[in-house]
């Protein structure tokens, strides 16, 4: 079963595409990382998925569902946090916890216990008076409460310290564990994505430029850099180029899977110097959004998600 | 023993806890039949998605460096295939090439090395030539 189907997604605000032609499939129990700049598209695509807003064009199916048209049950089994958790300052955590439930259809009080008791949070204290860690652990008590099959998290560690961050990874961790739901999370902190994500997305200008699983990903993005005596020529035309670009005598490329024909184009121009370099989510994330160009390659890897 | 996995590394997280695992093996710090952590555990002691575990896991019990006793545990398998011996070679010859660059740079010659080696290794004790350990 797939808990996320979108086919040819495109919302226009402006007469420009912020989404364009998105075609995505999340098998349940997937979780996945949505990645890409500010303004690349993720929240249009997040607020479509929840049935927020409607798109110009193609579907968008959530458990099963068209997102248009979500019934009251289908969207009690979705939770969402959008960004930076907004919550009502005044009420107390006890407040904000029972308001959430009169929204709910179940509700898993030993987990809120548990959670409440992990993070050492007073049901008697003001929203307001917590501090912005503390807010996001409330918020994912009252989104993971009515155990939902599908989480959707937008950035949700967006503006928390390393501790809380992690702390918030922790708990996250502890979801996965727990039940197995599809998860759909975005975030800018790579580190935090590779120890998560069975999966990652990275939209680009609207469109979905990367969807792979987060280590096949990792390992077939590699950096060649060819040294020369002079200017470097430019590099052959092969699929897979990503990028390229010059640094004083070195002619740096970013390929995703290396293959013969790269290796045949990096000959072909004889260089001084010739290296192959692995690189870690981070680079090869930079590289991929920095480098994007209308036609460069889309790396979509469907693969098998059991372990 | 302790384990541990960076971000920042161009090794995917799997690789890197793969990796230490056997030369955990190949160092003594782990034996044959040493318990490791569940899936779950190791999840949630190194803040990482439990696939990524199992996925490691999956690795090195086809390499033959641990096996998985259901509903028991995953142990460290007792060292008899070649697949193994192959394995164990790899990791040799990885930080024998760490050790000739480190000599290289220090401007040692072949021959000095080759002789340091042989002395040196007089120190240690070794398995008898055709019995594998």
Same mark, same amino acid.
């Given at each position: ?8 997604? /495109?919302?226009? #605000? ?17 979780? #996945? ?10 929240? /249009? /695509? ?16 959530? +458990? ?6 979500? *019934?009251?049950?289908?969207?009690? !089994?979705?939770?969402?946090? =959008? ?73 949700? /560690? ?17 979801i996965i564990q727990r ?28 469109? +979905? ?17 060819l040294e020369f005596t ?12 990503? =990028? ?20 045949? =184009? ?21 590289? #991929?959004?920095?480098?994007? !160009? ?11 998600? *059991?372990? | ?16 806890? %793969? ?6 093996? %190949?160092l003594g710090k782990l ?55 192959? %394995? ?46």
């Amino acid at each position: 079963m797939d808990a996320i189907v979108t086919d040819g997604l /495109t919302k226009i #605000y402006n007469g420009r595409p912020v989404v364009h032609g998105l075609t995505l499939r999340i098998p349940a129990g997937c979780v #996945y990382g949505f990645l890409g700049r500010n303004g690349a598209g993720k929240s /249009t /695509t997040t607020r479509m998925l929840t049935g927020m807003t409607f798109p110009d064009a193609g579907t968008v199916t959530v +458990l099963g569902n068209d997102s248009t048209q979500l *019934s009251a049950e289908t969207r009690a !089994r979705i939770a969402y946090i =959008a960004e930076g958790h907004p919550i009502y300052k005044w009420m107390t955590v006890d407040h904000f916890l029972k308001f959430s439930r009169s929204f709910a259809h179940r509700w898993n009080h030993q987990l809120v216990e548990q959670i409440l008791d992990y993070f050492q949070l007073s049901r008697s204290r003001k929203l307001g008076k917590l501090s912005k860690g503390q807010q996001a652990q409330v918020s994912l008590a009252a989104a993971i409460a009515p155990d939902p099959d599908l989480l959707i998290l937008d950035d949700p /560690t967006l503006g928390l310290d390393t501790v809380v961050r992690r702390d918030f990874l922790e708990s996250l961790i502890q979801i996965i564990q727990r039940q197995g739901r599809t998860i759909l999370f975005s975030s800018h902190i790579l580190g935090d994505v590779e120890r998560v994500a069975d999966r990652i997305g990275i939209m680009v200008d609207g469109i +979905l430029r990367v969807d792979a699983p987060t280590d096949d990903f990792k390992s077939s993005i590699r950096r060649i850099v060819l040294e020369f005596t002079g200017e470097p020529p430019p590099f052959p035309d092969c699929p897979g180029v990503i =990028a390229t670009r010059v640094i004083g005598r070195k002619r740096e490329v970013i390929v995703a899977g290396l293959t013969e024909k790269h290796k045949e =184009a990096m000959e072909s121009l004889s260089p001084l110097a010739s290296e192959v370099l692995e690189l870690n989510l981070e680079d090869a994330f930079i590289a #991929y959004t920095r480098g994007a !160009r209308p036609a460069m390659p889309l790396f979509h890897l469907q693969a098998d998600l *059991s372990p | 023993m302790e384990f541990q996995v960076s971000t920042t590394s161009q090794v995917p997280i799997y690789r890197q806890l %793969a990796g230490q695992i056997r030369r955990g093996v %190949a160092l003594g710090k782990l034996v044959v039949g040493e318990q490791l952590p569940s899936v779950r555990e190791f999840s949630r002691q190194l803040v990482v998605n439990p696939n990524t575990i199992a996925r490691a896991y999956l690795e090195l019990e086809r390499d033959g460096v641990v096996h998985t006793r259901q509903g028991i545990g995953v142990f460290i398998a007792q060292p008899q295939s070649d697949v193994q011996k192959t %394995a164990r070679k790899k990791l040799l010859l990885d930080k024998l090439d760490e050790l000739l660059t480190d000599a290289v740079y220090l401007e040692f010659t072949q021959q000095e090395v080759t002789e340091l080696v042989r002395k040196r290794s007089q120190l240690f004790s070794w398995p008898r030539a055709g019995g594998e350990s």
